[in-house]
């Protein structure tokens, strides 16, 4: 049995995600919910309501006035703003017990992950507030795979690290060699044990490769591609990957972008950089 097979098997140990987000899944589900109810199920996990306030306040949403409870967040921003920022903050609180922080720096993960989020919205202003949200939450959550990594086998995923810095290779073409799989697939898969929707299951699972995503989910998987790669290659990434990655050509065609598109998205990326910073200070 190879390594990855031992991780996806054991999906049950591995993080599971607060009560309070899952309720929220299923709020979301449920069409006749309504902005009350989602204050209701945020409110029952005052770590997860403060976490999300906290966030809230952040410069990246420059409000002009400090939002002291959810149902004042959900005027400001919207219900699909506070809902996905309830996903993303019990995405990271899941991840929490395993101590990761004490060995590689999370600061940065998390960091390159906001970025892409950020650049996936100004990439594509003309969407509307529930599509842009779901682009948002996918690339929020596009390397979570990597993090599943180090929580099922930490010191072989340590080693991985290094070996792609020693040959110079990705980070993801070393995972497949050593584990028979790569983190797109784990992330993808820990999605699904959480029951999210292919929405975000597909751009997570295909953000390396958006020409092998479902035709449905193609455009997504695309731009949350090359929210990935513009990230990096403004030097918003996570200090393990040496090589940064190409903007795909498909995702490219699909989006109907040139270089000069995206040397320009990439300039309107380090424009807010301050705000992206406030943003991760704000979820760590």
């Known amino acids: 049995m190879s390594d990855f097979q031992q991780i996806t098997e054991g999906l049950d140990e591995l993080p599971t995600l607060p009560v309070v987000v899952s309720r929220v899944l299923q709020a979301v589900e449920d069409k006749q919910s309504s902005a009350k109810d989602l204050v209701d199920i945020i409110q029952n996990d005052q770590a997860i309501a403060a976490k999300v306030l906290r966030v809230a306040n952040s410069a990246y949403y420059g409000l002009p006035n400090k939002v002291n409870t959810i149902s004042h967040a959900i005027v400001l921003l919207g219900f699909e703003t506070v809902r996905n920022l309830c996903l993303g903050v019990g995405v990271f609180r899941s991840f929490l017990p395993y101590r990761l922080h004490e060995s590689v720096n999370l600061e940065k993960f998390w960091e390159h992950t906001i970025a892409s989020a950020v650049c996936s919205r100004i990439l594509r202003p003309d969407k509307s507030q529930e599509e842009s949200e779901e682009t948002f939450l996918a690339a929020l959550i596009h390397d979570i795979g990597r993090l599943c990594f180090l929580a099922a086998q930490p010191d072989l995923y340590l080693k991985v690290i290094l070996n792609a810095k020693k040959e110079g290779k990705p980070l993801i073409e070393i995972e497949q060699n050593v584990f028979g799989g790569t983190h797109a697939e784990l992330g993808g898969l820990l999605c699904k044990h959480w029951n999210f929707g292919k929405e975000l299951i597909q751009p997570v699972v295909h953000h390396h490769d ?3 995503a479902e035709p449905e989910y193609a455009e ?12 990096q290659q403004r030097g918003m990434r996570w200090r393990v990957d040496t090589v940064i990655p190409e903007v795909p050509q498909f995702a490219m065609d699909v989006l109907e972008l040139t270089p000069e598109d995206v040397t320009q998205l990439g300039d309107r990326l380090e424009g807010r950089r301050s705000m992206i910073e406030s943003f991760t200070m704000a979820l760590m």
């Open 210 to 212: 958006p020409e092998n």
């Open 220 to 231: 997504r998987a695309a731009e949350v591609a090359v929210s990935n790669c513009i990230a």
